[in-house]
């Protein structure tokens, strides 16, 4: 792996850096630990604090964290590779994993008191939910804050919040700046409202705050820094990884589960249909089912919509990547196309759960199937606003016609 953030590391002694093909090799040999819990991963609704721990012994939550705080320093490429490990055997946990690596490096854009004020504990993960649902006011050196924030996948395993908030306006009459704040778990209360039909192992509760609670300044950043190339974490931190803007990187964390997904079943669909024989009734018994072409067909689209999918996001992640350790800004036109293809990757991947699913017969109706299990979730990733298709796509193409985009990139 030579991703450009990789090559631009400097802050961490080589001997101290883990290679990233040991991080690799560990997150490997976790996808089966994961896989035999998947099913009690999805029905208890959350993801087991065993897991986390076995991550966190794994050292894949320093993944992207800064060397200034025993951090590795990869980048998005690598972030891709690890996801599509972990997912082949657990969808939710993957998808959990995968947000509590990226919020490391979502807090190394923040001001760097906030950087010390969580990882005064060296093992802290944060959970986030960003849409702007908190109420804040202005107080002296800070904000107060309250709301309710949907979504918080495994919130149940974290220290910290990562929560959407708009702040006052500074000035009269401009309009308000959105943006996230941090707060400590012990600030907030978990209430229990996530029962879905698809990545129910995320534990995705919502996450109160009924009296309002004081958040210092250095808690803040606006979507505007954030999207800056050059937000406030960047100033002490060298690497050009935490210079990449926001969307032009962070949503490859909750796409990239879902080839993982799609590959697991794609996996095991393999060795299960190669032992399947009909039982009778309209095809006749006995039949082997590996000898359909319809069978055949299906596995090749499954294969071919993870591979297309997971070529355009490293592609896309090693373009920006570069342009950042370059020096260059990453312009307007890689934002939107990254956005659309983090959006195509999970249409793929949904087409490729439909092929396998389609194909599994009625036994793929069990709860224990991966096969339904990867379906339903990959579909309950594309239901995620920020990789819904409709909506990014269109922004996409009023960029192209030349219209002002309509959307977040």
Same mark, same amino acid.
């Given at each position: 792996?030579? %991703?450009?953030?990789?090559?631009?590391?400097?802050?961490?002694? *080589?001997?101290?850096?883990?290679?990233?093909?040991?991080?690799?090799? /560990?997150?490997?040999?976790?996808?089966?630990?994961?896989?035999?819990?998947?099913?009690?991963?999805?029905?208890? $609704?959350?993801?087991?604090?065993?897991?986390?721990?076995?991550?966190?012994?794994?050292?894949?939550?320093?993944?992207?964290?800064?060397? /200034?705080?025993?951090?590795?320093?990869? +980048?998005?490429?690598?972030?891709?590779?690890?996801?599509?490990?972990?997912?082949?055997?657990?969808? %939710?946990?993957?998808?959990?994993?995968?947000? +509590?690596?990226?919020?490391?490096?979502?807090?190394?854009?923040?001001?760097?008191?906030?950087?010390?004020?969580?990882?005064?504990?060296?093992?802290?993960?944060?959970?986030?939910? #960003?849409?702007?649902?908190?109420?804040? @006011?202005?107080?002296?050196? +800070?904000?107060?804050?309250?709301?309710?924030?949907?979504?918080?996948?495994?919130?149940?395993?974290?220290?910290?919040?990562?929560?959407?908030?708009?702040?006052?306006?500074?000035?009269?009459?401009?309009?308000?700046? *959105?943006?996230?704040?941090?707060?400590?778990?012990?600030?907030?209360?978990?209430?229990?409202?996530?029962?879905?039909?698809?990545?129910?192992?995320?534990?995705?509760?919502?996450?109160?705050?009924?009296?309002?609670?004081?958040?210092?300044?250095?808690? /803040?950043?606006?979507?505007?820094?954030? @999207?800056? !190339? !050059?937000? &406030?974490?960047?100033?002490?931190?060298? !690497? &050009?990884? #935490?210079?990449?803007?926001?969307?032009?990187?962070?949503?490859?964390?909750?796409?990239?589960?879902?080839?993982?997904?799609?590959?697991?079943?794609?996996?095991?669909?393999?060795?299960?249909?190669?032992?399947?024989?009909?039982?009778?009734?309209?095809? +006749?018994?006995?039949?082997?089912?590996?000898?359909?072409?319809?069978?055949?067909?299906?596995?090749?689209?499954?294969?071919?919509?993870?591979?297309? *999918?997971?070529?355009?996001?490293? $592609?896309?992640?090693?373009?920006?990547?570069?342009?950042?350790?370059?020096?260059?800004?990453? %312009?307007?036109?890689?934002?939107?196309?990254?956005?659309?293809?983090?959006? #195509?990757?999970?249409?793929?991947?949904?087409?490729?759960?439909?092929?396998?699913?389609?194909?599994?017969?009625?036994?793929?109706?069990?709860?224990?199937?991966?096969?339904?299990?990867?379906?339903?979730?990959?579909?309950?990733?594309?239901?995620?606003?920020?990789?819904?298709?409709?909506?990014?796509?269109?922004?996409?193409?009023?960029?192209?016609?030349?219209?002002?985009?309509?959307?977040? #990139?």
């Amino acid at each position: 792996m030579n %991703s450009a953030t990789e090559l631009a590391h400097g802050g961490l002694e *080589a001997s101290a850096r883990i290679p990233f093909e040991e991080l690799r090799r /560990r997150a490997q040999a976790l996808a089966p630990v994961l896989r035999a819990r998947a099913e009690d991963t999805e029905r208890n $609704r959350r993801v087991p604090r065993e897991t986390i721990d076995e991550v966190r012994a794994a050292e894949l939550f320093k993944l992207m964290k800064p060397a /200034r705080f025993g951090g590795f320093e990869y +980048g998005f490429s690598e972030l891709v590779e690890i996801n599509f490990e972990l997912a082949r055997g657990c969808g %939710s946990s993957a998808w959990c994993v995968s947000l +509590g690596i990226v919020h490391q490096w979502l807090l190394a854009l923040f001001p760097i008191e906030a950087q010390e004020d969580v990882w005064a504990n060296p093992d802290a993960i944060l959970s986030g939910s #960003y849409a702007p649902a908190g109420k804040t @006011s202005a107080a002296e050196g +800070g904000y107060m804050v309250s709301g309710k924030w949907s979504f918080t996948s495994n919130c149940d395993n974290t220290e910290w919040y990562l929560l959407g908030v708009t702040f006052p306006q500074a000035i009269e009459g401009a309009r308000p700046d *959105a943006g996230f704040i941090i707060v400590p778990r012990e600030q907030t209360t978990i209430e229990d409202d996530w029962h879905t039909v698809g990545l129910s192992g995320t534990g995705s509760k919502s996450v109160l705050i009924k009296d309002a609670v004081f958040v210092p300044a250095h808690r /803040r950043i606006t979507f505007a820094e954030a @999207s800056s !190339n !050059n937000p &406030p974490g960047a100033k002490v931190h060298t !690497n &050009p990884l #935490y210079k990449i803007p926001l969307l032009a990187g962070l949503p490859v964390c909750i796409c990239t589960p879902a080839l993982g997904m799609v590959q697991g079943a794609l996996d095991d669909f393999v060795d299960w249909i190669g032992t399947r024989t009909t039982r009778g009734a309209v095809a +006749g018994g006995g039949a082997r089912m590996a000898e359909f072409p319809q069978v055949q067909s299906r596995i090749a689209e499954a294969a071919a919509a993870v591979d297309a *999918a997971k070529l355009l996001l490293l $592609r896309d992640t090693r373009d920006v990547e570069q342009d950042a350790a370059n020096g260059t800004p990453i %312009s307007v036109e890689k934002r939107i196309r990254n956005r659309r293809d983090q959006a #195509y990757a999970v249409r793929l991947s949904t087409q490729g759960a439909t092929a396998l699913f389609e194909a599994v017969g009625g036994a793929g109706l069990q709860m224990s199937n991966s096969v339904q299990r990867a379906w339903r979730d990959v579909h309950a990733v594309g239901r995620h606003i920020s990789l819904n298709w409709d909506a990014v796509s269109t922004m996409y193409g009023q960029h192209a016609l030349g219209l002002e985009p309509r959307g977040q #990139y």
